[in-house]
């Protein structure tokens, strides 16, 4: 597990990099084809919109003037063709424009355009946004079509040469705009791919965090298992020693020995099996309204011979004005007697416990504080998972499977409450209970 773990994080990440590396390569050259079909298209609208308005329907101009006075202007006007300028108006150039741009799959592409003569600074007709965006054509899509007045028969060389320009402006925002669907779909499905990278690491970390807590629960187990094991081994043996037979205060002695070892090791099967109903949800809860001062009271009961042992200070402060909860009084004393409980194992000199009850609104809230070991932040964060034993550093009498903490949390949540746990290393831990108040 520890070589092949390393190898399969390496390659799915070069695949994942590889992936995103080809999808950018895909929507690049995507963008690239999108842009010169849009230049395409343009090119040919702008060119049958060219023919449209070169079309001579009407050879005289729509305005005119039926004053004319000198002989000359007469005649220009019977042998000149009028420009485009003055034969349409800048509403119906950009009819025709938009007609063309729409039989060319241009629908809704925005355009700006303009009719001039000879350049940019004779006589023209262009939109309001044209030169706004005639120099930039980096970004804009620039189309020039010549009208009239290029080489052709001598009465078009008499015509004044006028051009139509067209500009499509942001470009690349369009073809973003076109392509957009297969640029969303590429991000979703690379997402997917992330997503599902990470929950595969993180479910292979998983299984080398539980392969590692299997061990330690096996090797646990089985130092749990071993010691009382062995000393009732050596009090059966010393039973049948003739010296022990024949005394009555001796062989009470190591039958009793006998039956706490063997209490002992019940305590620890039944601790297992009561993890595995926990799993599987099986423990059902007799929940009563009930004194949650009482259910504390007689968890102290329990606690009050060890913490005289160690010659510790338990200090018991029920300042909560309301205490009825709805609870089942066995787990809720044993969750209880447990928090109690590591607090006398994990001082390393005499405990100094405090118990503080407090309500917080609608709130029963229990803080139980020592003076022991304490925790540092990584233990803090994974004190009730399943299993888990912090280093202990120089208390070695600590012993268990790591299943405590977990069967408070679970008890806690049970009851529909909540625990948070704070702690400084050396300097002590405290854990805060808070359940609902019943109704």
């Given at each position: 597990m520890k070589r092949i773990f390393p190898i399969i994080t390496v390659l799915i990440s070069l695949s994942l990099v590889g992936l995103i590396f080809f999808q950018f390569l895909w929507i690049t050259s995507a963008k690239k084809i999108?842009?010169?079909?849009?230049?395409?298209?343009?090119?040919?609208?702008?060119?049958?919109?060219?023919?449209?308005?070169?079309?001579d329907n009407n050879f005289f101009p729509r305005q005119k003037k039926s004053d004319l006075l000198f002989p000359s202007d007469k005649l220009q006007l019977e042998f000149v063709k009028p420009s485009v300028i003055q034969r349409f108006s800048k509403e119906e150039i950009k009819g025709i424009i938009r007609n063309s741009f729409d039989r060319h799959a241009l629908v809704n592409i925005p355009f700006e355009f303009a009719v001039t003569e000879n350049s940019l600074t004779g006589e023209q007709l262009e939109t309001e946004n044209f030169f706004r965006y005639y120099a930039d054509s980096a970004n804009n899509i620039n189309h020039a079509i010549l009208l009239q007045g290029a080489s052709g028969s001598n009465l078009e060389n008499l015509a004044k040469e006028e051009w139509l320009m067209i500009i499509v402006p942001h470009q690349s925002s369009i073809v973003l705009q076109e392509i957009r669907w297969f640029i969303l779909g590429a991000i979703f499905f690379t997402l997917i791919i992330t997503t599902s990278?990470?929950?595969?690491?993180?479910?292979?970390?998983?299984?080398?965090?539980?392969?590692?807590?299997?061990?330690?629960?096996?090797?646990?187990?089985?130092?749990?298992?071993?010691?009382?094991?062995?000393?009732?081994?050596?009090?059966?043996?010393?039973?049948?020693?003739?010296?022990v037979v024949g005394n009555k205060e001796k062989t009470n002695y190591f039958t009793g020995i006998i039956k706490e070892e063997n209490k002992r090791m019940n305590k620890q099967v039944e601790t297992i099996l009561q993890a595995a109903l926990l799993d599987k949800q099986e423990v059902q809860l007799n929940l009563q309204k009930l004194s949650?001062?009482?259910?504390?009271?007689?968890?102290?009961?329990?606690?009050?011979?060890?913490?005289?042992?160690?010659?510790?200070?338990?200090?018991?402060?029920?300042?909560?004005?309301?205490?009825?909860?709805?609870?089942?009084?066995?787990?809720?004393?044993?969750?209880?007697?447990?928090?109690?409980?590591?607090?006398?194992?994990?001082?390393?000199?005499?405990?100094?416990?405090?118990?503080?009850?407090?309500?917080?609104?609608?709130?029963?809230?229990?803080?139980?504080?020592?003076?022991?070991?304490?925790?540092?932040?990584?233990?803090?964060?994974?004190?009730?998972?399943?299993?888990?034993?912090?280093?202990?550093?120089?208390?070695?009498?600590?012993?268990?499977?790591?299943?405590?903490?977990?069967?408070v949390k679970t008890m806690v949540q049970a009851h529909r409450g909540t625990i948070k746990a704070e702690s400084t290393l050396g300097q002590g831990s405290a854990f805060i209970i808070t359940v609902p108040l019943s109704k």
């Amino acid at each position: 597990m520890k070589r092949i773990f390393p190898i399969i994080t390496v390659l799915i990440s070069l695949s994942l990099v590889g992936l995103i590396f080809f999808q950018f390569l895909w929507i690049t050259s995507a963008k690239k084809i999108q842009e010169e079909q849009l230049r395409d298209n343009v090119s040919q609208a702008g060119g049958e919109a060219a023919l449209k308005l070169m079309e001579d329907n009407n050879f005289f101009p729509r305005q005119k003037k039926s004053d004319l006075l000198f002989p000359s202007d007469k005649l220009q006007l019977e042998f000149v063709k009028p420009s485009v300028i003055q034969r349409f108006s800048k509403e119906e150039i950009k009819g025709i424009i938009r007609n063309s741009f729409d039989r060319h799959a241009l629908v809704n592409i925005p355009f700006e355009f303009a009719v001039t003569e000879n350049s940019l600074t004779g006589e023209q007709l262009e939109t309001e946004n044209f030169f706004r965006y005639y120099a930039d054509s980096a970004n804009n899509i620039n189309h020039a079509i010549l009208l009239q007045g290029a080489s052709g028969s001598n009465l078009e060389n008499l015509a004044k040469e006028e051009w139509l320009m067209i500009i499509v402006p942001h470009q690349s925002s369009i073809v973003l705009q076109e392509i957009r669907w297969f640029i969303l779909g590429a991000i979703f499905f690379t997402l997917i791919i992330t997503t599902s990278f990470f929950v595969t690491i993180r479910t292979l970390l998983r299984q080398k965090k539980l392969s590692e807590i299997k061990s330690d629960f096996i090797n646990n187990m089985t130092h749990e298992f071993k010691t009382p094991l062995a000393t009732i081994s050596l009090a059966v043996d010393a039973l049948k020693n003739e010296k022990v037979v024949g005394n009555k205060e001796k062989t009470n002695y190591f039958t009793g020995i006998i039956k706490e070892e063997n209490k002992r090791m019940n305590k620890q099967v039944e601790t297992i099996l009561q993890a595995a109903l926990l799993d599987k949800q099986e423990v059902q809860l007799n929940l009563q309204k009930l004194s949650a001062h009482s259910l504390i009271t007689a968890a102290l009961n329990n606690i009050a011979l060890p913490i005289e042992e160690k010659k510790g200070l338990l200090t018991v402060r029920l300042e909560a004005t309301r205490d009825t909860i709805m609870a089942d009084e066995v787990h809720f004393i044993n969750f209880v007697n447990n928090l109690l409980d590591n607090a006398v194992k994990y001082s390393s000199n005499s405990p100094e416990i405090t118990l503080v009850t407090s309500n917080v609104g609608n709130q029963f809230r229990v803080r139980i504080e020592d003076n022991g070991i304490g925790m540092n932040k990584e233990t803090v964060n994974r004190i009730f998972e399943k299993f888990y034993r912090a280093h202990t550093g120089n208390v070695h009498n600590v012993k268990g499977f790591g299943l405590g903490l977990s069967y408070v949390k679970t008890m806690v949540q049970a009851h529909r409450g909540t625990i948070k746990a704070e702690s400084t290393l050396g300097q002590g831990s405290a854990f805060i209970i808070t359940v609902p108040l019943s109704k």
